[in-house]
């Protein structure tokens, strides 16, 4: 039977006469008519049918190209593509080392369950395994992270070639999310080219983006949907990518919400932010009795050993994924959860077991602010509406200081979380900076990413520029408001992935405010256990790294505005009004 979300009358492509052409043409017109939107390009030699396809596609409006140089700058620019749309992107290279650079964001794609192509460029068979220049041993080269493996033999124009490739584009669509298996994740194509690899590409008409398959449904991975039986004290735990579905299990069950700030779950009136603190505290941590756990919590190691406790049920839900997050393999695992049909959330103790830890978390988060920002709590509103001179005086004496106050890393979290609205977007990098956000940035529904697969610190520049310009594409087609996307990160991410500040000519310039916390180093470490014992230059040089990059000089490079904000009152000019294209501001941090 004929795939009903597949057209049976693709697009005519005219023929060339040249394989590589054809089939690269109709390779990629066959992934957008399978829903594609986005292809990244690193330019070579092997893969130039492939590039110049693209380039034809793009030029007739059927998908949006991005060109990097640097394949994992590439790479990370499609996954964050693929985040804020949920369409796989599809990341084109040529052969050698350009594939081996992708790897990162392929492991990245498979750990957070992330759609993604990769099409690699090889040589033909004929030139493999004789030490060929730019020949490796591409066939397989991402092992088991990859829903599926394709090695093509180089088209040599016979009759159907085509038809094979637009087939062969619909079915790595589906693999890549999941349609048969719920298990989405990259597909590696790697397709062999001979000489000649490319004529003039002609002009293509025609070719319309179609619909995406749907992920399959839990059922595919023998996971039922479950009722919870009342009872338990349980507690709902949202760790990275948890989604909605979290908050509206806690709202529906009167449960604590064990929120993570990557969650995309931080919100609702059963919030508990200082849920480390009372995870700690028997009278809270202690009583726990059931854990529903959504996404992957990576920021505490509270949440762990709360898991990992005998006496606690866990029940990880988890409608898509080969793999679910299960600490100590003793999770129950379900496709999906609902509430008890016969909660009362009016009951006293449903409503003693939530508030207790509501407003518990209220009080610490309360005291937690003060201590992040030395001006709370002041000047005194009072003081100015006083007719007192001495009052007035007192009153702009502590307004001045709340301006001029200097910056920590808790407040500098607290500043982005407070000035990222819903139409905005917020990607946070793996530093510290993460995690003091966790700790104290209250509830708000916005749209925040985070990199938590394998929580590396690679790629965040280039995985919030694909973020970036898929929201401002998105907002240009449906008219919507275009926000700015703020990355927080710290500044040895930022040096990790230097390359991504080059655009490149031709290349959008979305609404990007990089904001660096610049301690000189990887002050992360300094937390490690070791570094009380440790010699203090052999850990600074093998473990904080320093370093003194002039990060205005950098930024001048690559064409990107600079500012630098070292008081409260710089700080919150330059988050309420950044400059429009890619900036970064510069916040400086003690040690």
Same mark, same amino acid.
């Given at each position: 039977m004929?795939?009903? &979300?597949? =057209?049976? #009358?693709?697009?005519?492509?005219? %023929?060339?006469?040249?394989?590589?052409?054809?089939?690269?043409?109709?390779?990629?017109?066959?992934?957008? !008519?399978?829903?594609?939107?986005?292809?990244?390009?690193?330019?070579? =030699?092997?893969? %130039?049918?492939?590039?110049?396809?693209?380039? !034809?596609?793009?030029?007739?409006?059927?998908? &949006?190209?991005?060109?990097?140089?640097? #394949?994992?700058?590439?790479? +990370?620019?499609?996954?964050?593509?693929?985040?804020?749309?949920?369409?796989?992107?599809?990341?084109? $290279?040529t052969s050698g080392t350009a594939t081996a650079n992708l790897h990162p964001a392929v492991l990245e794609a498979h750990e957070a369950g992330i759609p993604m192509i990769v099409v690699t460029a090889d040589r033909p068979s004929e030139l493999r395994g004789i030490r060929s220049n730019q020949t490796t041993r591409q066939d397989g080269l991402y092992g088991t992270v990859v829903r599926a493996s394709h090695d093509v033999a180089a088209p040599v124009g016979a009759a159907g070639e085509t038809s094979d490739a637009r087939a062969l584009a619909r079915a790595a669509v589906a693999e890549a999310v999941g349609a048969d298996s719920a298990d989405p994740g990259p597909v590696h194509l790697n397709i062999g080219f001979r000489e000649p690899l490319s004529v003039a590409v002609p002009q293509v008409h025609?070719?319309?983006?179609?619909?995406?398959?749907a992920t399959a449904g839990p059922e595919a991975l023998g996971r039922a949907v479950i009722e919870l039986t009342d009872?338990?004290?349980?507690?709902?735990?949202?760790?990275?990518?948890?989604?909605?579905?979290?908050?509206?299990?806690?709202?529906?069950?009167?449960?604590?919400?064990?929120?993570?700030? =990557? =969650?995309?779950?931080? +919100?609702?009136?059963?919030?508990?932010?200082?849920?480390?603190?009372?995870?700690?505290? !028997?009278?809270?941590?202690?009583?726990?009795?059931?854990?529903?756990?959504?996404?992957?919590?990576?920021?505490?190691?509270?949440?762990p050993a709360l898991l990992l406790r005998d006496d606690v049920e866990v029940l990880v839900v988890a409608p898509t994924g080969g793999e679910a997050y299960n600490p100590g393999r003793r999770a129950h695992v379900a496709g999906g959860v609902r509430a008890p049909a016969d909660v009362d959330l009016r009951s006293p103790e449903v409503r003693a077991w939530v508030g207790s830890w509501v407003f518990a978390s209220r009080r610490l988060a309360e005291e937690a602010e003060r201590a992040a920002d030395p001006a709370a709590g002041a000047p005194d509103v009072e003081k100015a509406r006083s007719y007192d001179p001495a009052d007035a005086l007192a009153f702009a004496r502590a307004e001045l200081a709340a301006v001029r106050a200097p910056i920590t890393r808790p407040l500098l979290a607290e500043?982005? /979380?407070?000035?990222? /609205?819903?139409?905005?977007?917020?990607?946070?990098?793996?530093?510290?900076?993460?995690?003091?956000?966790?700790?104290l940035v209250p509830g708000k529904k916005i749209v925040v990413h985070a990199n938590r697969g394998l929580a590396g610190?690679?790629? $965040?520049?280039? $995985?919030?520029?694909?973020?970036?310009?898929?929201?401002?594409?998105?907002?240009?087609? $449906?008219?919507a408001a275009a926000g700015v996307t703020r990355v927080l990160l710290g500044d040895l991410a930022l040096l990790h992935d230097v390359g991504a500040l080059l655009g490149g000519a031709g290349e959008a310039r979305p609404h990007l405010q990089v904001v660096v916390g610049n301690d000189g180093g990887g002050t992360i470490f300094d937390g490690l256990e070791v570094a009380a014992t440790a010699p203090a230059e052999a850990f600074d040089r093998v473990l904080y790294t320093p370093q003194a990059v002039d990060l205005s000089a950098l930024a001048r490079a690559y064409g990107w505005e600079y500012r630098v904000a070292r008081t409260k009152g710089e700080l919150d000019q330059a988050l309420s009004a950044p400059p429009q294209g890619p900036s970064i501001l510069e916040v400086p941090l003690p040690r």
């Open positions: 004929a795939d009903p &979300r597949v =057209s049976e #009358e693709p697009a005519e492509v005219e %023929q060339t006469g040249n394989p590589a052409t054809d089939y690269a043409l109709a390779l990629l017109a066959g992934f957008v !008519e399978a829903g594609v939107a986005d292809i990244v390009v690193s330019p070579g =030699s092997r893969s %130039q049918a492939l590039a110049l396809a693209a380039a !034809e596609l793009e030029r007739a409006g059927a998908a &949006r190209l991005h060109v990097r140089i640097d #394949e994992r700058v590439g790479g +990370f620019l499609a996954l964050g593509l693929t985040r804020e749309t949920g369409a796989p992107t599809v990341i084109v $290279t025609g070719v319309a983006r179609g619909d995406l398959p009872g338990p004290r349980t507690v709902v735990v949202a760790g990275a990518d948890a989604g909605a579905e979290a908050a509206e299990l806690a709202r529906a069950g009167g449960y604590p919400l064990l929120a993570e700030v =990557s =969650s995309g779950s931080r +919100f609702g009136p059963e919030l508990v932010v200082a849920y480390r603190e009372l995870l700690r505290d !028997e009278a809270f941590g202690g009583r726990v009795e059931r854990a529903v756990v959504f996404g992957h919590p990576t920021l505490s190691r509270e949440v500043a982005l /979380w407070r000035y990222t /609205w819903p139409h905005d977007r917020l990607v946070l990098g793996a530093s510290r900076l993460i995690r003091d956000a966790d700790r610190i690679d790629g $965040t520049i280039a $995985t919030a520029t694909g973020i970036a310009l898929a929201a401002e594409a998105r907002a240009a087609e $449906t008219g």
